[in-house]
């Protein structure tokens, strides 16, 4: 796995800082989103926030703008409220107990900064690092669970060196997936990916997108928009919710 890696593996800029803050931003990022994507936003991103405080103090609407094109702008406002707690705390946790509370990470994004800032060996699993161990300990098996899993990538897990070795199995996940196909549609936790269509995701980005300019009501929004009013009310609702925008006097904009 090692020497595949050494020969054929992939250069991210991630992969070459340790800074955990850079990590948990490449993390959010890389959810549900694939590397060429990702790669121009990252570096734009950690250019205009190049640590927590700068984003902290920053407009949601820049924010916003700046993530336009990666989708699920939940991630964004996560990013944004993370770093608010970040640059309160003036510290960035090294424990995945502090990392949980952070908005927006869960256990894979914690132990992925544990491991790829911190150096520490704890059990990750990822989409490709599953299609490994699908591919190698579960030939034409169907449903195998992440539990299965789990114990697999904790013994063979390269303890002195964490981050080469799960960067290794991703590389050679994703060469599987090129060769053979996905192992991950034999995974129990395998779900395709809604068209974007006419989803609830293309609703909220173009709320955001329009709000983006200036405050507008309702009856605006639904105007300018293809969507069936009951779909923009529903969506601005949701999206209230999340503190993405704020009504006042009956008009919504962008707000934290």
Known sequence: MLGFYAEAGRAFPWRSTRDPWAILV??????????ERVLPKYLAWLEAYPDPASLAEAPLAGALELWSGLGYNRRALSLVRAASLLAS??????????????????????????AFAFGKPVVLIETNIRSVFLHEFFPGEEGVPDSSIAPLVG???????????????????????????????R?????????????????????LKALA????????????????????????????????????GGAYRLGR
């Not at 490449?26 to 590397?35: A, D």
């Not at 510290?91 to 544990?114: I, K, N």
């Open 213 to 248: 300019s200036g405050a507008s009501d309702g009856d605006a929004l639904a105007a300018a928009l293809p969507f069936s009013r009951e779909r923009v009310d529903s969506a601005l609702a949701e999206l209230k919710a999340e503190g993405f925008v704020a009504e006042i």
């Open 155 to 185: 013994a063979t897990l390269v303890r002195e060196d964490p981050r080469t070795w799960y960067y290794a199995l991703m590389d050679y996940g994703v060469e599987i997936k090129r060769r053979e196909g996905n192992p991950n549609k």
């Open 187 to 207: 995974s129990a936790h395998y779900a395709p990916q809604s068209p974007f269509a006419d989803s609830n995701r293309r609703i909220r980005g173009a709320l």
């Open 26 to 35: 490449s993390e959010i990022m890389l959810q549900q989103t694939q590397t």
């Open 89 to 114: 705390a003036g510290s960035f946790p090294d424990e995945e107990e502090a990392l949980l509370d952070l908005p927006g990470v869960g256990p894979y994004t914690a132990r992925a900064v544990l």
